[in-house]
């Protein structure tokens, strides 16, 4: 008599917030993949959801909490974890029947609550199938590009920030598992990694730096020490199966010193010439009260001797506007660093109160018309500042990654769009290409001719 395989369970997911709890959502489904469960795609599947929460600003929890109240309305077995975990007793008073909720990067406790509340079906029959899935783990990015976390938590105590409290102080991973995962995201087909962490230029600095064999097929047995510009060129040298590099873009970059010595990796094209760095502001008596390094007029300088190395850099920042105690002579100082600067892509963010921040005792809080004029004149300023350095782009070849691929039109014409070495996935930019092969993949690195630009895309023709 036939033995029939039970069903296993499935798992809905909602991933709310930053890259990093992105990051966190594939690890969770990983190991739930591994333990027997299957996805859904959607709620009616599912046997339970979980929803990854964002807790970083107000409006981002409040985001959460009505991605919460959609999965309890739409299914009513819901798991929260993520950032806005730390508040499980707002959470709960809202939603008093949510099953269980966890803290950022509580992995082993999300699972145990998956477990309870909907348990795989286990078995001889079940449990010695291979998982094709899990040789690098499952993704929810396209395959031809992954983020890569190298560590977690901050040591840093700015003021508007609460990153500390959500995830702790830094925890770096080991170098030889860093390089490890990459290899194996390579070999699965990712052709551009996202290096990620709350400080990426901090790596190693809690396990002192300390070098690990990397045995994979690139290391072949080799130390390489827990450190941002040590673990920058070895992944470097990555290869995809056909021999090509990979792109390996570095965010959230602190301009420690040792930055500099990323930068000739760029130039030479070992990793990609694109540098994430918050900077925040650029006033002395704002950085000040945002408890953050003020040396604005020596970073300056330092990013005119990155392009002198690099022209081809690509330097992006975020900056908050409308922060407590900020003058109009702070914002026009501001203003002026940025015309000075010439960052290449700039985001900007009202300033918004953050329960627990120590920047709410601050005095000087600032009306919303002010901030948010002051928001438009910024935005004003980057888009301007962007459209002349896309517009300087127009007549050269670029290599850009293909994201996605059109239907032929009328004429048989089939669009792409794609993105150069200076648009991260997301965040940035695209350069929109006509009349492209129908051998075209997804994934695909191409040369484009650029014909066009406006003030954050590009738009070209696939050399030929």
Request: proline share 6%; aromatic share 6%.
């Amino acid at each position: 008599m036939a033995t029939q395989i039970p069903s296993p369970p499935k798992v809905g997911m909602v991933s709310l917030g930053c890259p990093k709890a992105l990051v966190d959502s594939e690890r969770i489904l990983t190991q739930l993949r591994s333990d027997g469960y299957d996805l859904s795609a959607d709620y009616a599947g599912a046997d339970v959801v979980l929803v990854n929460t964002c807790g970083f600003l107000d409006s981002a929890k409040e985001e959460s909490l009505e991605a919460i109240g959609e999965a309890m309305a739409e299914n009513g077995r819901v798991i929260v974890t993520g950032c806005m975990g730390n508040e499980a007793d707002l959470i709960m008073k809202r939603f008093p029947d949510v099953l269980a909720v966890t803290g950022a990067h509580q992995y082993e406790d999300v699972v145990t609550a998956v477990h309870a509340a909907a348990p795989a079906a286990r078995g001889a029959f079940v449990d010695l199938v291979p998982r094709r899935d899990m040789g690098a783990g499952l993704k929810l990015t396209p395959r031809h590009y992954s983020y890569l976390k190298i560590s977690e938590g901050c040591n840093h105590r700015c003021s508007f920030c609460i990153i500390p409290s959500l995830r702790g102080d830094l925890v770096s991973r080991r170098p030889d598992a860093i390089l490890r995962e990459a290899e194996k995201l390579v070999e699965a087909g990712t052709k551009e990694l996202l290096v990620i962490s709350q400080d990426t230029s901090a790596y190693g600095v809690d396990i002192r730096h300390q070098p690990r064999v990397w045995n994979g097929p690139t290391g072949q047995g080799r130390e390489v020490r827990a450190h941002m510009t040590d673990l920058a060129a070895a992944l470097g040298e990555l290869r995809t199966p056909d021999g090509k590099g990979v792109w390996t873009r570095l965010h959230y970059v602190y301009p420690y010193p040792h930055v500099d010595k990323v930068i000739p990796l760029m130039a030479e094209r070992k990793i990609t010439p694109y540098l994430d760095i918050p900077f925040q502001h650029a006033a002395p008596n704002v950085l000040k009260r945002m408890k953050r390094p003020a040396n604005e007029a020596k970073v300056l300088q330092r990013v005119k001797s990155w392009r002198d190395i690099c022209p081809d850099l690509t330097i992006r920042s975020t900056f908050v506007v409308g922060f407590p105690g900020e003058t109009e002579e702070d914002f026009q100082y501001l203003l002026d660093w940025l015309e000075e600067a010439q960052l290449d892509r700039v985001g900007a963010f009202r300033f918004e109160p953050v329960e627990g921040a120590a920047a709410n005792l601050l005095d000087g809080a600032l009306p919303e018309e002010v901030k948010e004029e002051r928001y438009q004149r910024i935005m004003d300023v980057t888009a301007r500042i962007s459209a002349a350095k896309l517009q300087a782009k127009i007549g050269r070849t670029l290599p850009v990654i293909i994201d996605e691929i059109g239907e032929p039109d009328e004429d048989g014409d089939i669009g792409a769009t794609a993105r150069s070495e200076a648009d991260a996935p997301e965040i940035d930019g695209n350069v929109f290409l006509r009349n492209v092969s129908a051998s075209l993949a997804v994934g695909d690195i191409v040369d484009a001719v650029i014909e066009d630009a406006d003030e954050h895309d590009l738009f070209g023709v696939a050399a030929g």
